[in-house]
């Protein structure tokens, strides 16, 4: 469970106040999206719960351990074993291939043989296993994308963070890979946390935080605490 207390978080000086005291439990197993307009605070909120980013007050608290008191070593572990990324641009390596690509998190730590299996298997079941050997550059942007779905989950990881990841697709290809995640969801027993603004896309979610103005409105009040 991923649980959120009082998240604050303000940028710059004088101090502009983006989250203003947030509180929510993302349960195991849920697909939650966040959804809002442009600036709501939707990414914000995401990389604070995500560990890649720190609230200017509150706390986040990861199946009850609060991240504050995880020191780098810790969080990074977290992060390389149990949470997945994928981000609106996909960030692939160029010079590496596909499958390099894929095994790119396990390569971080050491385990690169041991995963080469599952990452072919994942490759295969995102319908592009006969693409393993190409380089990103010679893929479209949905086929990058699905590598990069493919990379975050080939840890296993028990959280997986989505933002905007279908911003930069056509909608079939954008369908695409909102059943993969939704499949995702419910197969491998993998939480899912889908940032978007698209409310068709919400809807593949179970639940909606729905942020206004860096609150959770009460469209979404059945996560309030
Ligand atoms: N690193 C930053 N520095 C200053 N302001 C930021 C930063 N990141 C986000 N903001 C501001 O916070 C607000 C929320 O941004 P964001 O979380 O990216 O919204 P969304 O993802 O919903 O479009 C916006 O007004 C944005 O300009
Ligand atoms: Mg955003």
Redesign the pocket.
């Known amino acids: 469970m991923i649980e959120g207390i009082n998240i604050v978080k303000e940028?710059?000086s004088p101090p502009?106040r983006?989250l203003h005291g947030l509180n929510f439990k993302i349960l195991d197993d849920e697909f939650v999206s966040i959804s809002?307009r442009?600036?709501?605070?939707?990414?914000?909120?995401l990389y604070i719960m995500s560990t890649l980013d720190h609230p200017t007050e509150g706390n986040i608290l990861i199946d009850g351990v609060d991240l504050k008191l995880l020191n780098f070593k810790e969080i990074h572990f977290l992060r390389n074993t149990g949470i997945g990324f994928i981000f609106q641009f996909h960030y692939l390596l160029p010079e590496l291939t596909v499958l390099e690509n894929v095994l790119l998190p396990a390569r971080n730590l050491g385990l690169i043989d041991s995963k080469r299996g599952y990452a072919r298997e994942l490759l295969n079941l995102m319908g592009i296993i006969n693409l393993e050997s190409r380089y990103p550059s010679q893929l479209s942007g949905g086929e990058q994308q699905r590598v990069a779905i493919a990379r975050a989950l080939v840890m296993h990881p028990r959280y997986l963070f989505a933002d905007e990841p279908t911003g930069n697709l056509d909608t079939i290809n954008a369908n695409i890979v909102m059943k993969m995640i939704q499949d995702i969801n419910k197969n491998s027993k993998t939480t899912v946390c889908l940032?978007t603004h698209d409310p068709d896309y919400a809807s593949f979610a179970d639940r909606e935080i729905y942020?206004i103005n860096g609150q959770i409105s009460e469209r979404s009040k059945d996560i309030l605490i």
């Open positions: 940028f710059g502009q983006v809002g442009s600036g709501s605070g939707k990414s914000t909120l940032v942020l």
